[in-house]
């Protein structure tokens, strides 16, 4: 089954409530795998579900960024997603990335952004605020392989 997609509204020990981007109702996620102990979990983030035989799991995460500015096809973005004070996992000031698939997508300073910087990957996924367009930008930017693979490995 695909990875469903949802927004991270609170946080619990193991896991985490959701609101699927599919308009469906909002429900718990444990941790899977591939980010339990590995990968902070934030409140606003974007994750992808997995709802196997376990039930839902978070096999991975977004983080929610502002972007500060665009230079042909790389931008400065900086964490939306914590405040100052609680940043512990990352640089917050704004870190350059690959746009990828997002380019096309009306991408200004100013716009919030979901993105992914690890050592896999350093890219903008989805530009926030429209769940189908989010939907549609995941689905179309080769983000299902990054999630299998890293999930298979966990």
């Keep these: 089954m695909e990875p469903t997609l949802a927004v991270v509204t609170e946080l619990h020990a193991g896991g ?54 665009i230079d042909g096809a790389t931008a400065q973005v900086a964490r939306a997603d914590v405040a100052p004070e609680d940043m512990t996992d990352g640089p917050l000031e704004g870190s350059w990335m690959e746009l990828g698939a997002v380019r096309g997508d009306h991408v200004t300073p100013g716009s919030l952004v979901y993105f992914c910087s690890d050592e896999r990957t350093r890219r903008v996924a989805a530009v926030a605020g429209d769940d189908a367009a989010v939907s549609h930008a995941i689905s179309a930017g080769g983000w299902s392989d990054i999630i299998a693979h890293a999930y298979r490995t966990a």
């Design 16 to 69: 985490c409530t959701v609101r699927p981007l599919d308009g469906s109702l909002a429900h718990e996620a444990a941790y899977g795998p591939a980010v339990a102990g590995e990968v902070r979990i934030r409140p606003k983030q974007l994750v992808a579900i997995d709802h196997g035989p376990r039930g839902p799991e978070v096999v991975w995460r977004w983080m929610l960024g502002r972007v500060i500015a």
